[in-house]
C-alpha cells in the first residue's frame, strides 16, 4: 500500500515537472518535428493502449509489444546517459574558452592604442609639411582675385567716360552696346558698394542712365511733336538707334516713348471721328476701319524700319485703335440710343467682326496680354450635334447644307473677338426684341399656310412625312443662334433661349396639336372620357385616309422635333459661357413634343379600336346557346380584320420612318382591344359547348391576326418585337383558357374549380362568378360553388414576393353589406 502511494506521488510530481507552457511545446515541436503520440503534449495512455489493442483478438501480441516498448525504453535510457555524460565537461571548457576570449581582447586593445598614436603623429607632421602651400594657394587666389577687380574697375571707369562723351555727341548707336557691357560689368560690384569710389562710378552709370532717358525722350518728342505736323525729315537713324539704347534702359523709357507715338499718331483720329461728326454714327462704321489700314500701310512705309521688330509697333497701334473704337461707339450709342435699329446694329457688328478677324490674321495677339476684355484663346472643341455647319458667310446668310453632314472642328478662337464689337452687348436687346418679332410672324405663316394647303395628302410623297415648316423654323433657329454667339456668349445668349423656347412651345400648340384632328365624341380635343368611350350599336365615326396621314405626319413631325430640340440645347450649350450653362434647359420643350406623340398615337389607336367597337358588340348578342355547329370565322371577326387591314397598312406606311412609334401604337392598340375583347366575352351568356368552341375557334383566329398586325397588309414580312408578340400571347391566352373553362363541365364541382385555378391563376370571386354565368348555371349553383371556390384558392405566403400569379380582389361594397346582414340574423336567432 505504500509503495502504491509512494509510485503515485512520484508520478505526480514527474507530472508537474513535465508540465510544459504552450510556447515551449510548440518551439520543441518545431526544433523536433515527431509524429509519434508518446511526444505529443496530450498524450494520453488509455487511448494509446486502446489504439494499440483495439479489440480482443489483439491482446494475443501483448508480449510482442512489451517487449517493443522495453526495448525502446532501453534505447532512451542509453541516449539521455550519454546526454548527460558528455555534458559533464561542458561548464569546466566553457570558463576556459571566457578566459582566451578575454585576453585576446586586451591584446587587441593595445593594438588600437598603437595605431591610434602613430595615425595622429602621422597627420601632424603632413599639416606641417602642407602649412606653406596653403599660404602660397591663398596668395594665388587672392591676387588673380584682385587682378580681375581692377581690370573690370579700370573697364567701367574707362566705359562710364566714353559712355558720358557718346551721349553728348548722341551716339547712341554704340552707347546701345557700351550701356549694356558696363551694366553687366557693374553688377561686378555689388558687393564692394560700401568703397566709396565704386559708389561713386554706381551713381555715374545711374546718372548717365537717366540723362539717356530724358535726351531720347526729348529727341522723340521733337521729331514727333504732340500738336502740328510731323517733321518734314521723317525718321532718322539717330532716332532708330535711341531705340535700341531704349531696350537697355528702364522699361518705363520704352512705354513712354511707345506711348507717345501711339498717341500722336492716332491724334487725327480722335479728331475726324469725333461724337459730333457724321462720320462718327454707325452707318459710316466701314470709314472707321478703312483709316486705320491706311494709317497702317502709311506707317509700316515710314516708321517700320525705326522701331525694333520685337516691340510689334503695328500691332500696338492697332490695338490701341481698337480701345479707342470701343470707347467712342459706346458713347455714341448711349447718346443715340434710340436711332438704333436692327439692321444698322448688324451691318455694324458684321462690319466690326469682319475687321476682327482681319486684325486675327495679319497679327499674333502678342500685345493683347493686358488688353481689356479680351480672352485669352481656349483650344477648339469638337462638336457632338448635327448643328454645326459653317455657320454663316461673310454676308451674314444662312449657308443652307444638310444638318447631317460630317461634322468639322472649329477654327481657333479669334484673340481680337470682341476687342471692339464689345461694345454693342448692351444693346443686343435690339436685335433679340427683332428675333421675337419675327418668329411670332413666321408662326402665323407656319398656321395661314397649312389652313391654306391643308393635310398631306394620302398617297403623296407629302403623307406621314414631317411638316417642311419644322425644318424652315430651326433653320431659322440655327442661323439665329450663329448670329447671336458671335455678338455675345453671355446673357443675350439666355434671352435668346428663352425666344427660342417661347416659340418651341407655340409650333406644339399652334402647328402639331391644334391641327390633330378632333373625334366626333368630343370635338373639344382629347380628354380621358373621350379616350375611354365605348361606342356601342352604331357604326362608330372613323377617320378618313386623309385624316390618318395628318396624324402620322404631325407625329414624325413631333418626332424630329424632339430629336433636334435636344440637338439644339447641346449647341446652345457649347456656344454660352461655361458660367451660363446651367441656365440652358429645353427639357420643358421636349415635354411638350413627347405629349404630342402620345396624344398622336392614342388618336389613332382610338380610331381603331372605336371602329372595332360595334363588331364586339355584335358578339355579345349573339345566341350563343343556340348554336348548332362549328363553322368559320363568326362575322365579327371578319368586320374587325377589316378595320385593321384598312388602317395599320396606312399607319405603318406613314410611320416608315419612325419605326419605334408604330411599334408603341400596336402594343397600345393590344392593350386596348384585348381587355375590351375578353370584357365583351364575359357578356356572350349563357354559351353552349358548340357556342364555346366556335367562340375559341373565333378567339383564335383574333389571335392569329393580332400577331401579325405589324406586318400586315404588307409585301415584306418582318418577325413582330418579342415584347409585342408576349402581350398578345399572354392575353390572348387568358381569353382561350377562360373559354375552356366554360367548356368544361361543372360537375364534379371540385374539379371544375380546380381546374378554374389552374387555368387561369385568377382569384377574384367577380371573374369566377362571371364564368359561371356565361355556363347558364342557377344562382343557387353558383352560391355553393363560389363557396368552394373561397375555400379551394391556395393561402398566399405572407410578405413573400412573387408568389402565385393569384389575384385577390378586395370585397365589394354590397358583399359587405350581405356579409353584414347574416351576421345580424344570427345574432337575433341565438338570442
Not at 391563376?761 to 368552394?788: H, I, V, W
Not at 391556395?794 to 347574416?822: H, M, V
Request: hydrophobic content about 35%; proline content about 5%; charged content about 25%.
Amino acid at each position: 500500500m505504500m509503495m502504491e502511494e509512494e509510485e503515485l506521488e512520484f508520478s505526480e510530481d514527474l507530472e508537474a515537472i513535465l508540465h510544459l507552457t504552450p510556447e515551449v511545446q510548440l518551439a520543441i515541436e518545431q526544433v523536433f518535428p515527431s509524429q509519434d503520440p508518446l511526444d505529443r503534449a496530450d498524450f494520453n495512455a488509455v487511448e494509446y493502449i486502446n489504439t494499440l489493442f483495439p479489440t480482443e483478438q489483439s491482446l494475443a501480441n501483448i508480449d510482442d509489444v512489451v517487449n517493443k516498448i522495453r526495448l525502446k525504453i532501453r534505447r532512451l535510457d542509453d541516449n539521455i546517459r550519454m546526454v548527460v555524460r558528455g555534458q559533464t565537461n561542458v561548464g569546466q571548457d566553457g570558463r576556459q574558452a571566457l578566459a582566451e576570449a578575454q585576453v585576446a581582447i586586451g591584446q587587441l586593445f593595445g593594438k588600437i592604442k598603437d595605431i591610434k598614436d602613430k595615425a595622429e603623429k602621422s597627420e601632424q607632421m603632413v599639416k606641417e609639411i602642407t602649412r606653406d602651400i596653403k599660404q602660397l594657394d591663398h596668395a594665388k587666389r587672392h591676387l588673380t582675385t584682385s587682378i580681375t577687380t581692377l581690370n573690370h574697375l579700370h573697364m567701367l571707369a574707362g566705359g562710364i567716360d566714353s559712355l558720358e562723351a557718346m551721349t553728348r555727341r548722341r551716339q547712341y548707336g554704340e552707347v546701345a552696346n557700351l550701356l549694356q557691357g558696363v551694366v553687366n560689368v557693374l553688377e561686378h560690384f555689388h558687393k564692394y558698394m560700401g568703397i566709396p569710389q565704386i559708389r561713386q562710378l554706381s551713381e555715374r552709370v545711374k546718372a548717365a542712365q537717366s540723362e539717356l532717358g530724358t535726351q531720347i525722350l526729348a529727341d522723340f518728342e521733337e521729331a514727333f511733336p504732340a500738336q502740328g505736323s510731323k517733321r518734314a525729315g521723317g525718321p532718322s537713324n539717330v532716332l532708330r538707334d535711341a531705340c535700341l539704347v531704349a531696350n537697355v534702359l528702364d522699361p518705363r523709357i520704352k512705354q513712354e516713348i511707345i506711348k507717345k507715338f501711339i498717341r500722336q499718331h492716332l491724334s487725327e483720329y480722335m479728331v475726324l471721328f469725333q461724337e459730333n461728326q457724321d462720320v462718327a454714327w454707325l452707318d459710316k462704321i466701314d470709314r472707321r476701319y478703312a483709316w486705320i489700314k491706311r494709317q497702317l500701310v502709311d506707317y509700316e512705309e515710314k516708321y517700320g524700319r525705326m522701331f525694333p521688330e520685337e516691340w510689334c509697333m503695328t500691332e500696338r497701334i492697332a490695338v490701341e485703335f481698337c480701345h479707342i473704337t470701343r470707347t467712342e461707339l459706346a458713347k455714341v450709342m448711349r447718346t443715340r440710343a434710340k436711332e438704333i435699329e436692327v439692321k444698322l446694329l448688324l451691318f455694324a457688328i458684321q462690319r466690326t467682326t469682319n475687321f476682327e478677324g482681319l486684325l486675327a490674321k495679319r497679327f499674333s495677339g502678342c500685345t493683347l496680354t493686358n488688353g481689356p476684355g479680351v480672352k485669352k484663346p481656349e483650344p477648339p472643341l469638337e462638336s457632338t450635334n448635327p448643328f454645326l455647319e459653317d455657320e454663316v458667310g461673310d454676308d451674314g446668310s444662312e449657308m443652307e447644307e444638310d444638318l447631317d453632314r460630317p461634322k468639322k472642328h472649329k477654327a481657333p478662337d479669334n484673340p481680337f473677338h470682341g476687342i471692339i464689337s464689345k461694345c454693342f452687348e448692351p444693346h443686343l436687346y435690339v436685335y433679340i426684341e427683332s428675333q421675337d418679332k419675327n418668329l411670332g410672324e413666321m408662326i402665323d405663316r407656319f398656321v395661314s399656310d397649312f389652313r391654306a394647303q391643308g393635310p398631306p395628302k394620302a398617297g403623296t410623297e407629302d403623307g406621314g412625312a414631317v411638316l417642311p415648316s419644322c425644318a424652315d423654323l430651326f433653320v431659322y433657329y440655327k442661323k439665329c443662334m450663329v448670329q447671336c454667339s458671335q455678338l455675345s456668349t453671355g446673357e443675350p445668349m439666355i434671352a435668346l433661349t428663352t425666344i427660342f423656347q417661347k416659340y418651341l412651345r407655340e409650333y406644339a400648340w399652334k402647328i402639331l396639336s391644334g391641327n390633330l384632328p378632333k373625334t366626333s365624341s368630343n370635338s373639344g380635343g382629347l380628354t380621358i372620357k373621350s379616350l375611354l368611350q365605348e361606342k356601342e350599336g352604331s357604326e362608330a365615326a372613323k377617320f378618313n385616309v386623309e385624316e390618318l396621314c395628318l396624324i402620322c405626319s404631325i407625329l414624325s413631325t413631333a418626332e424630329y422635333c424632339l430629336a433636334t430640340t435636344q440637338q439644339l440645347e447641346e449647341k446652345l450649350k457649347e456656344k454660352v459661357d461655361k458660367t451660363l450653362v446651367e441656365r440652358i434647359n429645353l427639357t420643358g420643350e421636349m415635354d411638350t413634343f413627347s405629349n404630342v406623340i402620345s396624344n398622336s398615337i392614342q388618336l389613332l389607336v382610338q380610331d381603331l379600336d372605336a371602329a372595332c367597337d360595334p363588331a364586339l358588340s355584335a358578339m355579345s348578342k349573339m345566341p350563343w346557346q343556340s348554336v348548332e355547329h362549328v363553322g368559320d370565322q363568326s362575322p365579327y371577326v371578319t368586320s374587325v380584320i377589316m378595320h385593321i387591314k384598312q388602317n395599320v397598312p396606312i399607319i405603318r406606311g406613314n410611320l416608315a420612318s419612325t419605326r419605334k412609334y408604330f411599334t408603341q401604337f400596336c402594343i397600345k392598340f393590344t392593350n386596348s382591344f384585348i381587355p375590351k375583347f375578353i370584357n365583351h366575352l364575359f357578356r356572350c351568356k349563357p354559351i353552349s359547348m358548340v357556342g364555346a368552341e366556335q367562340l375559341l375557334l373565333d378567339t383564335h383566329s383574333l389571335k392569329t391576326v393580332l400577331l401579325d398586325l405589324p406586318s400586315i397588309g404588307s409585301q415584306v414580312v418582318r418577325k413582330a418585337p418579342a415584347s409585342y408578340t408576349k402581350i398578345v400571347v399572354k392575353g390572348m391566352t387568358r381569353a382561350e383558357m377562360i373559354l375552356k373553362v366554360v367548356m368544361a363541365p361543372h360537375e364534379p364541382s371540385v374539379v371544375f374549380v380546380d381546374n378554374y385555378i389552374k387555368l387561369l391563376a385568377d382569384g377574384n370571386p367577380e371573374t369566377f362568378q362571371k364564368t359561371l354565368d356565361m355556363k347558364g348555371l342557377k344562382r343557387s349553383e353558383q352560391s355553393s360553388m363560389l363557396e368552394l371556390f373561397r375555400q379551394r384558392l391556395p393561402t398566399p405566403p405572407s410578405g413573400a414576393d412573387g408568389g402565385p400569379s393569384l389575384s385577390f380582389s378586395t370585397p365589394t361594397p354590397e358583399q359587405e353589406n350581405s356579409r353584414i346582414r347574416k351576421l345580424e340574423k344570427l345574432i337575433k336567432k341565438r338570442l
